[in-house]
């Protein structure tokens, strides 16, 4: 019999009703397991606090990656259950930040709590107990609606239907789809590493996020621009974006479109890449906040970051 460990960080799945509203409690721990007892044997770590998933911050993934690789070596494998607003920001840090030991680390959870009418709870929790009893799996997955996705690229695409995550650009889980293994760079987890994230919009938003490139204290930077990885040739930007990367700091430049690419097509997509950016293919904004989180702590250079985006298979061999 197979040794689960599953690590209960909150969310929705076990949330039960309050004065307040929704909140996090722990009695799934008793039930939500039970009918799989017989064909695996689970070992509860209950993270106190419990919280929902919007307030998850980079300490919490430090903490959680502590505790995986402290007992990853222990079990044939991990399930943890999360809720779902970041729970694919959670998977991509885990996919680039934690040594799986070849075994399967699933993530899950759901869009209604555990044992209310019409939770897709249940379907989710089997999913998940289904890939975690499997031989052929040995990365971290996500596991809803049925489905397994990998974890690089998925993202929250719905709060509506049961159906509420996507990867559009690698669909759904398949063995030949199964992660490249890590290469030879470093990836410590600091948390105290600020990355951040500007969204452009017509108007304002240049001059803002050229303002916030220059003023406020980050080691890394996310811009999501138009298209295949457009943004206007203001020049104020341009040059914010250079004076952060004079400072041997990132700029990652990702499309804000679902299924977009990231790519010197256009001029004005390669007037960025000449001032510093990285155009970044496919990657999506959960991908690119755990990659510069673990590349800023660990000094990458622009090609390291290039070279991740590669192996990821966002990035093709020519850019």
């Known amino acids: 019999m197979k040794n689960i460990f599953v690590l209960y960080t909150g969310g929705t799945i076990g949330m039960v009703e309050s004065p307040d509203g929704l909140q996090p409690d722990t009695a799934i721990v008793d039930t939500a397991l039970a009918p799989f007892s017989g064909s695996l044997n689970f070992t509860w770590h209950v993270c106190q606090p419990l919280i929902d998933s919007s307030a998850v911050s980079p300490q919490h993934w430090a903490e959680w990656l502590d505790i995986l690789q402290q007992h990853l070596p222990k ?39 555990f044992g209310t009418p019409n939770s897709d709870a249940n379907l989710n929790i089997q999913t998940a107990v289904n890939a975690l009893q499997r031989d052929d799996i040995h990365e971290v997955l996500l596991a809803f609606n049925g489905n397994l996705f990998p974890a690089v690229g998925t993202t929250k695409c719905s709060t509506v239907q049961d159906a509420g995550f996507a990867n559009h650009h690698f669909g759904t889980w398949t063995p030949d789809k199964a992660a490249v293994p890590f290469n030879h760079l470093q990836r410590r987890f600091d948390p105290d590493q600020r990355v951040g994230t500007l969204f452009l919009t017509p108007g304002i938003g240049v001059k803002a996020a050229a303002h916030m490139l220059r003023t406020f204290p980050m ?101």
């Not at 970041?86 to 840090?93: C, D, G, P």
């Not at 904004?285 to 970051?305: F, K, M, Q």
């Not at 192996?311 to 061999?317: A, D, Q, T, W, Y």
Request: net charge negative; proline share 4%.
């Open 219 to 319: 080691n890394a930077a996310i811009l999501m621009t138009y298209g295949n990885g457009n943004a206007p040739a203001d020049i104020d930007l341009l040059d914010a974006i250079h004076q952060l990367t004079s400072k041997n700091r990132l700029v990652m430049n990702i499309s804000q479109v679902p299924e977009g690419e990231a790519a010197p097509i256009y001029a004005q997509g390669s007037r960025l890449r000449a001032s510093g950016a990285v155009n970044s293919g496919k990657c999506n904004v959960e991908t690119a906040t755990a990659l510069l989180l673990i590349a800023s702590g660990n000094d990458w250079a622009r090609t390291d970051i290039c070279d991740e985006l590669k192996r990821l298979r966002l990035l093709s061999e020519s850019d």
């Open 75 to 113: 079990y044939d494998g991990v399930l943890v259950l999360h809720g779902t607003d970041t729970l694919a920001y959670t998977a991509n840090l885990l996919a680039l930040a934690l040594d799986t030991l070849g075994k399967p680390v699933i993530l899950t959870g759901s869009q209604k709590p």
